[in-house]
């Protein structure tokens, strides 16, 4: 991956700075299949010899951005206002193939290795090559950004982004965005409160983004080829594909609305945000299941959903001193969310299939609720032997009692199978008697960390939280249902202590008196595991909430001064836990769980999933002084140990810490990366110092400009003489007075003088009279001490350009520097 | 000069950039045709027609669900399995079927995937009536008939499961995702009239190189299968009332109200094309009736062989056909015909094989009363017969070692069949002096080397109700194992009925009585010479005391019972045949995965 930038500065302030970028991507997908392999044993072409698969993805993607930023200071010349417009145009080009080749028919003695690398050896038996339509992306964006008086800020964009996964109809999408905010704290009237309002800062925005995350080549119907091993006329056959195009999909579009307050009080001792926003998604992009119609899915724009929420963020940095301080901070999020509309739907049922079919309809989407609604059955216990009376070798459900047979099969009726309510009336429970049980959506997310230095110890505590999520767990049902496969009852809520049996376990007969069968399970509370379907009821959909302190770090810095006798800058020691505990009422392993994401509408589904671990680092940073060694600051892990300590004890000390080396090196560039932000908001900080500086200069060079302006407006002076005459009357004197005190007091000003005469005698004589005028001057002021290098210019032009008035028999004298 | 010098060049270079904007907006993938392309081309179009092959061997659709589980329980085929009420698979023959049933309840199951096929074939279609010149083009011709026979089969196979279904003729576009239930009869017409055209356009069997093999549609089975749907939709039905269909209807047994399916409107211009298929075929049938189903699991009889008008085209590597039906394997049998039980889910009734006559045979083809053990053939108990059509041991060429697929092409139509659909409809038509001509050859090949007796049977037939009572009797005899008998029951409105006989006979089968009342309940069994089979001696008439000491004797065989135990040839399960009244439930429901899908648009009828 590559990428270039050249910026051109065309005018003053006007930057062009061109962009390019290539990335080149390659994936292998290699596969072997072995002879106890369910491909090579059922699948293949030539069964019961290895097969292997070469599979190569490339995709190479080319971008050019254009950007032209102007920046108005020079033109407004006023330091109060301050406007930036920047206009650009970018181009995205983005092309994949994909190679597959299935080989089979290797020797029985081939492993992976050599299968991989003598491909030849094999039959080929399918060979494909698909060239993927180019996925182009061409924008044009425009920003202002207005600031005044570093009070009231105004900003917009406006984008225009044309995709190629679209017709030509729908394949530009406009994205207009504006913010406006309002530096409280700048303001006059609030110079007042700045001892314990260091910022206060009221902002709106409003914003639009678009999404065309769908693959290329949905929107024509196109025919592209398949090998079969299937069929006896060949081995190719073409089709249109199992997904509909669609030539109607557009862009999905997200308005938000923002509006929030930063402070900062106390001199930073508490600084946060709070903000109130409002996203709304418009024509989402969904692949929508359409089976039946002769195709699998398609993709659609369909429906809204609207998000309303309110966050507070909050930093507290309690105590800050040399070798103490203490740091709170949190977060808390509250959201709502609804689907506004399913585009003329009324609802969408989906599946989350972690039981394949048995199950049915599991969530529901309707408009006016939120996502991630779980639709199922309400649990009413079990059966218990008095609903049942047994004639003619079969129990019968006695009347009144609801029927569940419809949903767990009718051969498991019988006391002790689980027991569902009837919520319609009909006496029978079948599938008309889901509701809504349960949502996945949290109520409240958030996170808080503590941080405190003592004295060269430092800890850090995070934490995280959710509240108000349900959790479907599906592991609970499948573990206490038999359904048709063996071993699945395998917790211990369903031990034979505590569940139904219907078995005498003393004769192993079937219990038939429904007297004997109460008595033989009283004290048992569980129902029978013995069910033919699995069963989603609200006995499966748990609370979430959780408490979870993701990492906490203690570290001891050993003193600088000792450090530097051995030429190391920093040594610091600490252990980190992550996932230390996680205090929830959940039954299952973890309650940040969503397993059957193939679809978004099926969240929060715990099947078969992966626990998070619980993990101990222990490590040591090690800076080296810049004299002592080149490295900077490089982290090494060293063993600590003494000489005396055998080799073999080192050894394994080695392989000890070893082990830990990779979990220090992801810390650590985890804690480079914080230390980042936190540099690139420090920079942010300084810019905009650097800004206010760079005004305030431009407004002292102002200053100066106008005090010099202001000084030399009224130092031209004329100096007027009788008709005829080059002699110095009282008032002239006065005047040359006047010069030379000026010139006395500004030793670096210099003087130039221009005679002249009005137009009454003839050229010489005048010409000689302006001379004669223009040294009386020069000679009164050598007088009173000017010396004669202080005179640049000395000129007389007679009656040049002059008029009979009497106003034009003077001498001109100009100061300069 | 030299900052305007910038300018200038940077200004062009972007102007440059946004020239080519709109071209590169306009993308298409090289690897793929568009319909114009495609449909103007011979090969391109043949290879679409093999998606829709393709289409047949889709994990749950004809390979794994609907062939082996459409068409049973009738009179004369039923399910080997468990009687067990609320066993998925019980339940689908029994006709006690629910809509969220385990075995056909699946988002990939024969439905959803009929209608994959359905729609590849509306494109293939579509695309060559506007691109391949079929008027001009006889190779683009054959392929457009090719592709309206499929279409027709498989929309026959539609209405024969399920009733009636959304009519789609034309590919899938914004609109028309989410279609309602149609009458069938809109099905049925449009259908028939696709075969008529369909028909002009195909050569016959084996006379050009497409149609040389049985894995390609040609013009005596687009003539046989007209026929055959033809009976289907002028004869009774379960059907909603008119417009009824989609709104919850219970419907009822009855011919559909629209004369142009008529039998009067039907029947003649079946038999014109039936008759065209027997004088101009070519086709014959096969003199040895076990050589003609040794060929079908031998996974040889996609050559041209006169008697086999079209295969389903499982390739070798698919197919579940013989998985399913063929003579029962309990476990890793001796000689390592399977690894595991296979075959023998379902078989002929018991009291089939004593339809036969004693010189018929297909009798002892049809029906066998052994398994395979550990050790080789053994008795299977008087109350589990198998097919005999159907052997893993004659799978020679390639053996069947297990896996889930066998690679059996199952027969779709035989030319037995256009010969006694002409027979019955010439006889419905005409009376049954020109219906003779077609029903002996089926009789005689059946009684070969004692062609007498035909000649014999068939000359005594001497009314229209005799004649017709014949063809009842010998489509069962001939067909037994096809599954096309539960077709021709309901379409005879004799499903019920039919069943009830049977009932009746096979409890009297296990009392000895009625008609059985000459049987001394006991059989002897003996190895076959070359070990592949086993031969059972005691059934037939005259048949009470073993040939000779080598054969071994089963004490009570026939009378072997015990109804409270639910063991043997017990009451529950001969009655169990089925659990609910077929007559109401003749076609399966559309099930749930797929009415939740339809966002509302279909409706069970019949009561589900």
């Known amino acids: 991956m590559g990428n270039a930038a050249m910026t051109l500065e065309l005018i003053e302030n006007l930057k062009l700075k061109i962009d390019g970028g290539y990335e080149d991507y390659a994936q292998r997908d290699d596969r072997f299949y072995g002879l106890t392999t369910y491909y090579v044993t059922n699948s293949a072409t030539y069964k019961n010899t290895p097969a292997s698969q070469y599979r190569d993805f490339n995709r190479r993607k080319y971008r050019n951005t254009n950007t032209l930023n102007y920046d108005f200071e020079k033109l407004f010349n006023n330091p109060d206002h301050s406007l930036n417009i920047l206009l650009g145009e970018e181009m995205t080009i983005s092309k994949t193939n994909q190679v597959t080749a299935m080989i089979e028919n290797f020797p029985l003695f081939f492993d992976s290795q050599m299968a991989w690398n003598f491909l030849s050896t094999g039959t080929a038996v399918s060979m494909a090559n698909v060239i993927n339509p180019d996925d182009n992306l061409l924008s044009f964006f425009g920003r202002v950004n207005y600031d005044y008086k570093h009070r009231y800020s105004f900003g917009a964009t406006l984008r225009a982004d044309g995709s190629s996964k679209f017709s030509k109809a729908n394949r530009w999408g406009y994205f207009p965005s504006a913010a406006v905010s309002w530096t409280i704290s700048n303001e006059d009237w609030m110079e007042g409160t700045r001892n314990y309002i260091d910022q206060l800062k009221l902002r709106y925005s409003f914003g639009t983004a678009g999404n065309n995350n769908i693959p290329t080549g949905q929107i024509n119907k196109e025919f592209s080829g398949s090998t079969s091993s299937w069929i006896s006329p060949g081995t190719t056959y073409w089709t249109a594909g199992k997904i509909m195009n669609n030539p109607d999909l557009k862009w999905e579009t997200t308005y938000t609305h923002n509006i929030g307050l930063d402070f900062s009080v106390f001199t930073g001792r508490v600084s946060g945000s709070l903000e109130v926003y409002q996203n709304t998604t418009k024509d989402l992009l969904i692949n929508f299941p359409i089976t039946g119609s002769g195709y699998d899915s398609q993709y659609r724009n369909i429906g809204s959903t609207r998000n309303r929420g309110i966050e507070l963020t909050l930093n507290m940095p309690l105590v800050s001193s040399k070798n103490f301080s203490l740091n709170l901070s949190g977060n808390i999020a509250y959201n709502i969310n609804k689907v506004t509309s399913l585009g003329g739907l009324e609802t969408i049922y989906s599946q989350s299939y972690w039981a394949s079919t048995e199950i049915g309809d599991d969530y529901v989407v309707k408009v006016g609720e939120p996502l991630g609604n779980m639709y199922g059955y309400r649990n009413d216990g079990r059966y218990e032997a008095s609903d049942f009376t047994y004639s003619d070798g079969k129990w019968v459900l006695n009347e009144g009692v609801a029927d569940d047979s419809a949903v767990i099969g009718a051969q498991y009726l019988r006391p002790g199978a689980i027991k569902l309510k009837d919520l319609n009336g009909d006496g029978k429970v079948t599938v008309a008697d889901r509701e809504i049980i349960g949502n996945a959506a949290p109520d409240f997310t958030g996170g808080f960390a503590l941080s405190a230095y003592f004295y060269g110890f430092d800890f850090s505590a995070n934490f995280n939280y959710m509240i108000g999520n349900d959790i479907y767990n599906a592991n609970k049902i499948e573990f206490t249902s038999s359904r048709k496969f063996y071993n699945r009852n395998l917790v211990n809520m369903m031990n034979v202590a505590d569940r139904w049996s219907s078995i005498d376990w003393g004769t192993g007969e079937l219990i038939t008196d429904p007297d004997a069968l109460a008595a033989a399970n009283r004290g048992t509370s569980m129902w029978s595991p013995f069910i033919g379907n699995a069963v989603f009821s609200d006995w499966a959909v748990e609370d979430g909430s959780f408490l979870r302190l993701q990492s906490a770090t203690l570290g001891y810095t050993f003193p600088e001064a000792l450090m530097e006798r051995i030429s190391i800058s920093k040594l610091r020691i600490y252990v980190t836990g992550t996932n230390l505990f996680c205090l929830t009422n959940y039954s299952g392993y973890d309650p940040e769980v969503d397993t059957r994401r193939a679809t978004p509408l099926t969240p929060g589904v715990d099947y078969s999933a992966y626990p998070k671990s619980r993990g101990i680092v222990a490590g040591i940073n090690l800076t080296f002084a810049r004299k002592a060694v080149e490295t900077g600051t490089s982290e090494v892990v060293k063993t600590v140990s003494r000489p005396s300590k055998k080799s073999s004890q080192l050894e394994s000390d080695y392989n000890a810490l070893k082990g830990d080396y990779e979990a220090l090196k992801s810390k650590l560039a985890d804690s480079r990366k914080e230390y980042e932000a936190e540099n690139a908001r420090l920079r942010n900080d300084l810019a905009d110092a650097n800004e206010q500086i760079k005004d305030l200069k431009a407004s002292a060079k102002d200053c100066d400009k106008a005090v010099k302006e202001a000084k030399l407006s009224g130092l031209l002076r004329t100096i007027y003489f009788a008709e005829g005459s080059y002699a110095l009357s009282e008032h002239a004197r006065y005047t040359i007075e006047e010069i030379a005190d000026m010139m006395k007091e500004n030793k670096d000003m210099t003087l130039s003088f221009v005679g002249s005469t009005n137009t009454n005698g003839s050229e010489e004589y005048n010409f000689k009279l302006s001379e004669n005028r223009v040294n009386a001057v020069t000679n009164a002021l050598k007088a009173l001490g000017i010396p004669a290098e202080r005179f640049t210019d000395l000129k007389w032009v007679g009656k040049q350009g002059m008029t009979k008035s009497g106003e034009c028999r003077r001498v001109v004298v100009n100061f300069a520097e | ?608």
């Open chain 2, 1 to 608: 000069m030299k900052k305007i010098f910038t300018l200038i060049i940077s200004v062009a270079a972007i102007c440059a950039s946004l020239a080519s904007c709109d071209a590169i907006l306009d993308q298409e993938s090289p690897s793929t045709f568009g319909d114009q392309i495609v449909f103007s081309n011979y090969d391109l179009t043949e290879y679409n027609i093999f998606g829709v092959l393709h289409s047949f061997g889709e994990t749950n659709n004809y390979r794994g669900r609907f062939l082996p589980w459409y068409g049973f329980n009738t009179d004369i085929e039923w399910y080997n399995g468990t009687y067990k009420p609320g066993d998925g698979r019980y339940d689908i023959a029994a006709y006690n079927i629910a809509s969220n049933n385990s075995q056909l309840n699946l988002a990939n199951g024969p439905y959803n995937m009929m209608y994959s096929g359905i729609e590849r074939s509306n494109l293939i279609i579509e695309g060559l009536r506007n691109y391949g010149n079929t008027d001009t083009d006889a190779g683009m011709a054959y392929l457009l008939g090719e592709t309206l026979t499929l279409r027709a089969m498989i929309y026959y196979d539609l209405i024969k499961a399920w009733g009636d279904v959304p009519a789609r003729f034309s590919s899938v576009n914004g609109e028309s995702i989410y279609v309602k239930k149609a009458n069938r009869d809109v099905i049925f017409k449009q259908i028939l009239s696709d075969l008529e055209e369909a028909i002009g356009y195909l050569p016959y069997p084996n006379t050009t190189k497409a149609v040389q093999t049985n894995d390609r549609v040609n013009k005596v089975f687009a003539e046989g299968l007209y026929a055959r749907i033809a009976l289907a939709a002028s004869g009774y039905a379960l059907r909603p009332d008119d417009g009824g269909e989609g709104t919850g209807d219970l419907g009822t047994v009855r011919l559909s109200n629209d004369p142009e399916l008529s039998k009067s409107n039907l029947y003649p211009k079946a038999l014109a094309f039936l008759k065209d298929a027997i004088n101009n075929g070519g086709c014959s049938l096969t003199s040895d009736y076990e050589a003609y189903w040794k060929r079908q699991s031998n996974l040889s009889n996609l050559p041209f062989d006169g008697e086999t008008l079209y295969v389903i085209p499982f390739s070798d590597n698919r197919g579940r056909w013989n998985f399913t039906f063929a003579v029962k394997a309990n476990g890793a049998s001796i000689n390592g015909y399977t690894i595991a039980s296979r075959g023998g889910d379902a078989g002929p009734v018991p009291t089939m094989w004593f339809e036969y006559d004693a010189d018929d045979q297909r009798r002892d083809v049809t029906c066998v009363n052994y398994s395979w053990g550990k050790n080789g053939p053994e008795v299977a108990g008087i109350g589990s017969w198998y097919f005999g059509k159907y052997r893993f041991e004659w799978m020679t060429s390639q053996p069947y070692t297990g896996g889930n697929d066998d690679g059996v092409k199952p027969v779709v139509m035989r030319y037995s069949d256009v010969l006694l659909m002409a027979a019955e409809i010439e006889n419905e038509l005409n009376g049954p002096a020109g219906a003779k001509q077609y029903l002996l050859p089926v009789r005689e090949r059946a009684f070969a080397g004692h062609e007498d007796k035909a000649e014999e049977y068939v000359a005594a037939i001497s009314s229209k109700e005799a004649m017709f009572d014949a063809i009842v009797k010998e489509r069962a005899l001939e067909f037994c194992g096809e599954f096309l008998r539960k077709g021709d029951l309901i379409r005879w409105n004799m499903l019920k009925s039919k069943m009830d006989e049977t009932i009746g006979k096979m409890m009297d089968l296990r009392d000895l009585s009625g008609e059985y009342s000459y049987l001394t309940g006991n059989i002897w069994h003996l190895l076959s010479d070359d070990e592949q089979s086993l031969r059972i001696y005691g059934l037939g008439k005259g048949e009470t005391a073993a040939p000779d000491a080598s054969w071994e004797v089963e004490e009570g065989y026939v009378t072997k019972y015990d109804d409270a135990k639910k063991t043997g040839f017990f009451a529950e399960k001969i009655q169990g045949l089925y659990y609910v009244n077929p007559d109401s439930r003749q076609f399966w429901p559309i099930f749930d995965d797929t009415i939740s899908n339809s966002q509302g648009n279909l409706v069970n009828d019949y009561g589900y």
